[in-house]
Nanobody
């Protein structure tokens, strides 16, 4: 059973930083696409950043230059370093994964999701 467990959310002031972690377990595939998504109540879920098993990364435009996605394969953990946070970054952040080769895009299906971690940025 694949499990994704997020941690690292919290409350910060505008301009501050947070690092989210996503620990994955229960999978055997060496090919994967992992990502971070966020959602504000009443709004559609938004893709934030992706990384795949080749360390290819992609970001939504609003976080480019401020957020960095990375991974530690030895720890089966993906990270989202968030710098220069803005109030509009406030959301529930979810880690997601799918174990497949090929493309790794925001609009694709992700079979596994974490429980979410809240990020709140105050002005």
């Amino acid at each position: 059973q694949v499990q994704l467990v997020e941690s690292g959310g919290g409350s910060v002031q505008s301009g501050g930083s947070l690092r989210l972690s996503c620990a994955a377990s229960g999978y055997t595939s060496s090919s994967y696409c992992m990502g971070w998504f966020r959602q504000v109540p009443g709004k559609q879920r938004e893709g934030v950043a992706l990384i795949n098993s080749y360390s290819y990364t992609s970001y939504t435009n609003s976080v480019k230059g401020r957020f960095t996605i990375s991974q530690d394969n030895a720890k089966n953990t993906a990270y989202l370093q968030m710098n220069s946070l803005k109030p509009e970054d406030t959301a529930m952040y979810y880690c997601a994964a799918d174990f497949r080769a090929g493309t790794c895009l925001f609009g694709e299906h992700f079979a596994y999701w974490g429980q979410g971690t809240q990020v709140t940025v105050s002005s």
